[in-house]
């Protein structure tokens, strides 16, 4: 059952039903194209012919079906098909040479007396050919929709994920706690520092009209995500002062690609909720944008609060579903030496935003 399962994933579908059809119909179809085969005289003189061409189908069938097998499971990869189709053919080729002096000599042995075959090994071996590379088409041609009608659904199913991670992460970020403390910080700089208080408004205000703006959009520059970070971290320093300690490491080369909106925010924010920040324990965020990786990595010092808040769960998983709709790049997460970091992919893909899906 196990090599049945197998099988049946490497090839993409169950071949059975297509076998018991292409097989018989193949082996009719030979004789009338090849071996000078007729159905005037009626279908039992026909049946010699079409019994031996039956035997070869079934055969070449047989062999041809293990050596998709074979192939596919040495090179499964979509990346790999062209090398995996140019072995499958020179093999095929290979083994169609070998074997058909062989078939040839034997092709009258397995006839009735008084039936014989009518053609050179040439016009024999041609129409070994139309039947082994039939058979490749066929497996091959079924497997490529197959594939095809999965991509389909995958795509259909990531871009439902994008748009509800979307409204996930929106729902996320204008939270009454984010608006309650950044108030409460509000209420304390009014009566100290006017002008403080102002720019504070200021930049609060950026902040909501940023997340506003990109409601629409599921792909950002990363320029445009910075922006939007400048007035984030002043309203985080304001809240915490020395407490925190954001670091900040960019390489302009890497402005004008794209993210997914307020991923930042996001695990900056996640930063803050699961780790102590206090005098005592002042927490270090770094964010280095533009790694050698081409990614963007933010990390933390693991200081680990005794009773964090429960979570919401539309953080990393947020990010890795929206990300998935866009990239195979993986956003990677460690924990070593005492820090927590998570790096996301920059990606290559104004066209994406050109179509309307960023």
Request: with cysteine.
């Amino acid at each position: 059952m196990q090599r049945l399962a197998r099988n049946r994933a490497l090839l993409g579908f169950n071949d059975l039903p297509i076998a018991l059809v292409g097989v018989p119909l193949v082996a009719f179809v030979m004789p009338l194209l090849f071996f000078n085969g007729t159905l005037e005289n009626g279908f039992l003189a026909f049946w010699p012919k079409w019994k031996v061409s039956l035997f070869f189908t079934i055969f070449y069938w047989m062999v041809m079906r293990q050596a998709v097998l074979f192939f596919r499971s040495r090179w499964p990869e979509y990346k790999d098909t062209i090398k995996r189709l140019s072995f499958m053919v020179l093999t095929t080729i290979a083994m169609v040479l070998l074997l058909n002096n062989f078939c040839y000599d034997i092709h009258d042995v397995l006839l009735p007396e008084g039936y014989h075959r009518d053609m050179s090994k040439f016009d024999y071996a041609k129409s070994t050919f139309m039947v082994v590379f039939f058979i490749i088409s066929l497996y091959e041609g079924i497997y490529f929709y197959h594939r095809w009608r999965l991509s389909l659904i995958e795509t259909e199913r990531l871009r439902q994920e994008n748009i509800s991670s979307q409204l996930d992460a929106l729902k996320s970020q204008v939270n009454p706690h984010f608006l309650f403390n950044s108030l409460n910080t509000l209420t304390y700089l009014i009566p100290e520092d006017e002008n403080r208080a102002v720019r504070f408004v200021q930049q609060l205000s950026k902040v909501y009209r940023y997340i506003l703006e990109i409601r629409d959009r599921s792909l950002i520059t990363v320029a445009e995500e910075l922006d939007f970070l400048d007035a984030y971290q002043f309203l985080l320093k304001e809240r915490f002062g020395e407490n925190l300690q954001l670091q900040l490491q960019i390489d302009p080369a890497v402005k004008q690609l794209h993210m997914i909106p307020l991923s930042m925010q996001m695990l900056l924010e996640n930063a803050i909720k699961h780790n102590i920040v206090s005098s005592e324990q002042p927490l270090t965020i770094e964010v280095v944008v533009g790694t050698s990786n081409g990614t963007l990595l933010i990390r933390n010092q693991l200081q680990p609060k005794q009773q964090v808040q429960v979570s919401t769960k539309v953080g990393l998983d947020n990010i890795r579903r929206r990300y998935a709709f866009y990239t195979t790049a993986q956003v990677e997460v460690s924990t070593e030496d005492g820090w927590f970091s998570v790096e996301l992919p920059l990606l290559h893909t104004p066209e994406l935003v050109a179509e309307g899906k960023g």
